[in-house]
């Protein structure tokens, strides 16, 4: 635990790097939120303002109180610009803070995360660029009333330039409907993780006890990083169970009940996937005689362990918030042999890959 003091000087209360790590990683999230919370009620705002200028200038009103509303839509979108690179900066700091608890905790989350730098600010500065270039142009517009029939360039009158204003205004309105509409659903699909469920390779360790073990698990992977899944967790949806005659009946239990996480003492249970991520479903232990499950809670009606010599089918699914996997259905077969040499091992207890 020295160790751990020395790299994180800077803890909760109850001083567990994992528990601040957690809480680290909320608090990002809550600034990334606010600061595109705060961008696009700007943005829905700004549209709405923009059309009852366009409307106000084609029937002359004004010219002194429209220019305030303009110079007020440049304002608040300069404050808010501003108020987002703050609340930008803070996540970027605590997403650093959460790199540098991973290389404590042996998480690679946010470590191993690739995705393009800087065009997702680059792409938000130059829309809050294109809003303060339109107040400008509105206020432009404004003062140009005062010239009847004054033209903006030499082939288009103003109120043909009205008309192609109020009709992008219109549009303008559209989209911030739609987007205050669906704008949700628009985001997640654009930016929806991809899950895949994978046999990870079989890992030989020493318990506590000193009995050595062999350890099967699942990778998670997300095959588009640049997207996290947030809140995963593996769950054992199905068991099933081979009758004499070969076929295969589903066994029931109080499920579906959740894996167990590499390192689950500083792991937590539900996890932001970046790249991947591996939970163990099972275990063999030196001189037993069963393929030992590992859950993260055992119901009453479902044995924890698989006998040897019982071919057992179990039914694993990846859930995040807003995506999960297809099911995918391992086999497993020992029989009762067991092994330090890992070629051995795989012919003494198989685990296949089966369709659903």
């Given at each position: 635990?020295?160790?751990?003091?020395?790299?994180?000087?800077?803890?909760?209360?109850?001083?567990?790097?994992?528990?601040?790590?957690?809480?680290?990683?909320?608090?990002?999230?809550?600034?990334?939120?606010?600061?595109?919370?705060?961008?696009?009620?700007?943005?829905?705002?700004?549209?709405?303002?923009?059309?009852?200028?366009?409307?106000?200038?084609?029937?002359?009103?004004?010219?002194?109180?429209?220019?305030a509303v303009c110079l007020l839509g440049i304002g608040l979108t300069a404050a808010v610009w501003w108020i987002s690179s703050v609340l930008q900066n803070v996540k970027r700091q605590k997403y650093a803070r959460c790199r540098q608890l991973e290389s404590v905790l042996g998480y690679e989350q946010h470590s191993r995360?690739?995705?393009?730098?800087?065009k997702q600010s680059l792409v938000f500065g130059l829309l809050m660029a294109a809003f303060l270039i339109v107040w400008i142009l509105a206020i432009g517009s404004i003062w140009c009333t005062g010239l009847h029939?004054?033209?903006?360039?030499?082939?288009?009158?103003?109120?043909?330039?009205?008309?192609?204003?109020?009709?992008?205004?219109?549009?303008?309105?559209?989209?911030?409907?739609?987007?205050?509409?669906?704008?949700?659903?628009?985001?997640?699909?654009l930016s929806r993780p991809k899950l895949m469920l994978e046999l990870a390779e079989a890992s030989l360790t020493t318990t506590k006890d000193g009995k050595r073990g062999w350890y099967y698990g699942i990778c998670v992977k997300n095959h588009r990083p640049s997207c996290p899944a947030r809140n995963v967790r593996v769950l054992l949806t199905g068991v099933l169970?081979?009758?004499?005659?070969?076929?295969?009946?589903?066994?029931?239990?109080?499920?579906?009940?959740?894996?167990?996480?590499?390192?689950?003492?500083f792991t937590p249970q539900y996890l932001t996937i970046g790249p991947e991520e591996r939970a163990t479903f099972g275990f063999v232990l030196e001189g037993t005689d069963a393929f030992q499950l590992r859950l993260s809670l055992y119901p009453n009606n479902l044995p924890s362990t698989i006998p040897a010599g019982e071919p057992t089918r179990l039914e694993f699914k990846a859930v995040a918030d807003t995506v999960q996997t297809s099911p995918m259905v391992v086999q497993v077969e020992w029989n009762g042999k067991w092994t330090g040499n890992p070629a051995e091992m795989r012919e003494n207890l198989v685990l296949r890959h089966v369709q659903a």
């Amino acid at each position: 635990m020295a160790l751990i003091s020395d790299d994180c000087s800077s803890k909760t209360g109850h001083g567990d790097p994992a528990t601040e790590y957690a809480a680290t990683q909320a608090s990002a999230e809550h600034h990334d939120k606010l600061a595109w919370t705060a961008a696009g009620t700007l943005w829905a705002g700004s549209l709405i303002l923009l059309g009852f200028v366009i409307e106000s200038i084609k029937q002359g009103r004004s010219r002194v109180l429209l220019t305030a509303v303009c110079l007020l839509g440049i304002g608040l979108t300069a404050a808010v610009w501003w108020i987002s690179s703050v609340l930008q900066n803070v996540k970027r700091q605590k997403y650093a803070r959460c790199r540098q608890l991973e290389s404590v905790l042996g998480y690679e989350q946010h470590s191993r995360l690739a995705y393009p730098q800087g065009k997702q600010s680059l792409v938000f500065g130059l829309l809050m660029a294109a809003f303060l270039i339109v107040w400008i142009l509105a206020i432009g517009s404004i003062w140009c009333t005062g010239l009847h029939h004054a033209r903006w360039s030499r082939t288009m009158t103003f109120e043909e330039s009205s008309l192609w204003i109020q009709g992008a205004g219109v549009f303008a309105t559209l989209c911030a409907v739609i987007v205050a509409i669906w704008g949700e659903w628009i985001r997640q699909r654009l930016s929806r993780p991809k899950l895949m469920l994978e046999l990870a390779e079989a890992s030989l360790t020493t318990t506590k006890d000193g009995k050595r073990g062999w350890y099967y698990g699942i990778c998670v992977k997300n095959h588009r990083p640049s997207c996290p899944a947030r809140n995963v967790r593996v769950l054992l949806t199905g068991v099933l169970k081979q009758s004499p005659d070969g076929s295969w009946h589903q066994q029931r239990f109080s499920g579906p009940i959740q894996m167990v996480w590499g390192w689950p003492e500083f792991t937590p249970q539900y996890l932001t996937i970046g790249p991947e991520e591996r939970a163990t479903f099972g275990f063999v232990l030196e001189g037993t005689d069963a393929f030992q499950l590992r859950l993260s809670l055992y119901p009453n009606n479902l044995p924890s362990t698989i006998p040897a010599g019982e071919p057992t089918r179990l039914e694993f699914k990846a859930v995040a918030d807003t995506v999960q996997t297809s099911p995918m259905v391992v086999q497993v077969e020992w029989n009762g042999k067991w092994t330090g040499n890992p070629a051995e091992m795989r012919e003494n207890l198989v685990l296949r890959h089966v369709q659903a």
